[in-house]
């Protein structure tokens, strides 16, 4: 059963071929036999879950209120709050917190009766693109447990994979959902900025910062977004505008449609097996009736610096409330005043990549450095923007690369930042932009996974998921499982 869909496991559970609790022990006992190699979950919720999985059952029993995702196992991004179950960012500075209430995204799940399996590994307050920041054990990728599973969101992405969920939360910030979907050949969605509700989400960039589903296919992923999206009163950034119905609407033909290909995304220093995968995904559009049309976004190239001297500035500014006196981690040992706790506390509990980008952060708000860094990364960020919308006006959908290469070795980048930092170029513009982006498998390269991403309008996830849905029905590659 680990291995089914929602969709086919729902027929499953409404025909009362299984029930939910089998479907969550069968899950849990797949937890217990591989995650000890992969290394996904940070906590297994084993009680919680077959307590929600007897409600599920009790649901389907009266046929009352069953959605989609009543009795479906899933595993959360361990950033975002879950009330009585500890919520770590896998950062020792909140390695005992257990929140008192539950993100908005989770009481959404809790309402349609999903169930939770456990929270997932992931880089260090989201710090990363390979889950190796975390303060836990480095997650591995289910395809070669020598590499890395991409990150923040690896842990999720590899839970999913490696068949230890049916579908996973992520939070994608500047690629940390596409990019591990890629890396581990899974399907997911970072959505418009606003479309799905931040609150109870430990926040890396408040501007940035975009809950999103992984699943094993389009259709999945629509099913999931249309559960956790729409206006949340605790969320003033959030659209008021109703969540469509995205499933039906999937199956439209693609036929005349037009897809932008960014020139500015197809540079020397792409592996040659990610570029000819991509190249074949754009050929088998052109075959399902899609009008291809080179497009330009002139200032892709600023794209990486602005991002992150925004994410370094805004990320420093909201660590600010980890101090050692109101919650988390504490260390007061011969401690002189309040100043030095929160000093002591900071150095035991944040890691180097925080620490990093926390000093780079405060540095680019110091007096006399705002105006010439923080604030022109604003300006060119709505040059970001605007070359979206540009390229928009002629095409419905733009599709472009994730990653310059499959996932790495374990270690291969932990001692260049740098170098970790530019493995995030094709994915980090859409996040200052605020575009919706669906990853999709389309082929392995040296026996790697290889994803494309699908980016969209403003709040137009329907035409992602229409035009994603359209490619997996004529391939295959979403259907690969690993070796694990």
């Not at 990019?179 to 970072?190: D, E, H």
């Not at 605790?234 to 932008?260: A, E, F, H, R």
């Not at 792409?270 to 570029?275: I, L, P, Q, R």
């Not at 330009?296 to 980890?322: C, D, I, M, Q």
């Amino acid at each position: 059963m680990n291995h089914l869909t929602i969709q086919e496991l729902r027929q499953l559970l409404i025909t009362k071929q299984i029930s939910s609790v089998e479907l969550t022990r069968a899950t849990l006992q797949r937890i217990r036999e591989a995650d000890a190699k992969v290394q996904s979950y940070v906590t297994v919720t084993d009680e919680l879950a077959l307590e929600q999985a007897k409600r599920a059952d009790e649901r389907i029993a009266k046929n009352e209120n069953v959605t989609p995702l009543t009795g479906i196992p899933f595993a959360m991004k361990d950033c975002i709050s879950t009330r009585g179950v500890r919520t770590t960012c896998s950062s020792k500075i909140l390695e005992s917190y257990i929140p008192q209430y539950d993100a908005t995204v989770t009481n959404k799940l809790n309402d349609a009766g999903a169930v939770l399996v456990g929270k997932t590994n992931m880089d260090e307050f989201g710090m990363g693109s390979s889950t190796e920041n975390s303060a836990f054990p480095a997650t591995k990728n289910p395809w070669d447990l020598t590499r890395v599973p991409g990150g923040s969101s690896g842990g999720s992405a590899a839970a999913l994979s490696a068949n230890l969920a049916t579908f996973a939360i992520g939070e994608d910030t500047g690629g940390s959902v596409r990019q591990p979907a890629s890396f581990c050949g899974v399907t997911g969605i970072k959505p418009t900025y606003g479309r799905v509700s931040r609150y109870g989400l430990i926040s890396l960039v408040s501007s940035f910062d975009s809950i999103g589903p992984f699943a094993r296919d389009a259709y999945d992923c629509a099913t999931v977004l249309e559960h956790i999206a729409g206006h949340d009163e605790k969320d003033s950034t959030t659209y008021q505008s109703p969540v469509p119905n995205y499933t039906s609407t999937i199956n439209k033909p693609v036929k005349g449609m037009k897809l932008g290909i960014p020139k500015e995304y197809f540079v020397a220093g792409m592996d040659a097996g990610v570029e000819s995968a991509i190249q074949e995904a754009i050929r088998q559009y052109e075959k399902l009736g899609m009008e291809i049309h080179e497009v330009s976004l002139p200032h892709t190239k600023y794209g990486l610096p602005v991002y992150y001297l925004l994410l370094f500035a805004e990320a420093s500014s909201n660590l600010a409330r980890f101090d050692g006196t109101r919650f988390g981690l504490s260390v007061s040992e011969n401690a002189k005043d309040a100043i030095d706790i929160y000093l002591q506390t900071r150095r035991a509990g944040f890691g180097d990549e925080v620490k990093r980008r926390m000093m780079l952060g405060a540095y680019a708000l110091s007096a006399g450095y705002y105006d010439a860094y923080y604030l022109k990364a604003q300006k060119v960020r709505t040059l970001l923007r605007r070359d979206f919308e540009s390229a928009f006006a002629s095409c419905d959908v733009l599709l472009a690369p994730i990653s310059p290469t499959t996932a790495f070795k374990i270690g291969e980048k932990t001692d260049d930042p740098l170098e970790m930092y530019l493995s995030d170029i094709y994915t980090v513009a859409t996040n200052p932009a605020g575009v919706p982006a669906l990853a999709l498998p389309c082929g392995f390269s040296k026996d790697m996974p290889v994803g494309l991403q699908l980016i969209g309008k403003h709040l137009d996830e329907a035409t992602l998921f229409q035009v994603g849905h359209a490619y997996q029905q004529v391939t295959d590659w979403h259907k690969k499982l690993p070796p694990l």
